[in-house]
């Protein structure tokens, strides 16, 4: 019976890092929404060449073709591989749905990590954000403009869409989003807080602990 841990923490927490680190080292089977919808679209299937038209045009994917996508990836891992889940669920809906494609599986929901930084941190930290223009790697507050890319030596800018007014708006939509879905894991015990101001080792270092206590 494999484990399933969901993964929350608005943009700037290092979600996307953490991930990685739980995929890499303690083999989980990362599934985020946005590459299942990329690799769904990719492969040119009816419901992914659907989902690529609407995040095109600016569009949200109904619920209903991201539960299926979600469930069609957990199904087919049959119970064997421990699973998170990063980006899903993003609505109430979406939380049921998982509830409902999980019965029958050898999955439940384990643990609900919340990565939680103060929103003067996050401000900071996006804002010394900088990204390479050759390679796409993001860098943070120690790297000068003024320094070639870690990885290829390219050139390295401060990325144009994190000013404070648009990351303001996105941690209000992540903690509108957010708050009823944390609120429907919390009445059940699943939530645990995971303080993401700390080094990405010693934050992974709590993860993994929280995760061993599944096995
Ligand atoms: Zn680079």
Not at 2 to 12: D, H, T, V
């Amino acid at each position: 019976m494999g484990r399933l841990a969901i993964i929350f923490g608005p943009p700037g927490s290092g979600k996307g890092t953490q991930s990685r680190l739980v995929s890499d080292s303690l083999d989980f089977c990362h599934l985020s929404t946005g590459d299942m919808l990329r690799e769904a679209s990719n492969i040119g299937s009816d419901l992914g060449l659907k989902a690529r038209e609407l995040m095109d045009s600016g569009n949200l994917v109904p619920d209903d073709m991201v539960n299926g996508i979600v469930a069609a990836h957990i199904h087919g891992l049959d119970g064997k591989k421990d699973v998170l889940l990063d980006g899903y669920p993003r609505t109430m809906e979406q939380a049921y749905a998982l509830d409902r494609s999980l019965m029958g599986t050898q999955y439940n929901v384990n643990v609900v990590l919340s990565l939680t930084v103060r929103d003067s941190v996050l401000k900071e930290r996006i804002l010394n954000r900088k990204v390479c223009t050759s390679c796409g790697s993001i860098f943070g507050v120690p790297v000068s403009v003024l320094e070639p890319c870690g990885n290829c030596g390219g050139k390295l800018v401060v990325r144009g869409d994190d000013n404070l007014e648009a990351l303001s708006d996105r941690l209000q939509v992540y903690r509108e989003r957010t708050l009823p879905i944390l609120n429907f894991y919390s009445d059940r015990g699943l939530v645990v807080v995971i303080d993401a101001e700390r080094p990405v080792p010693e934050i992974f270092s709590s993860i993994s602990k929280e995760l061993s206590k599944f096995y």
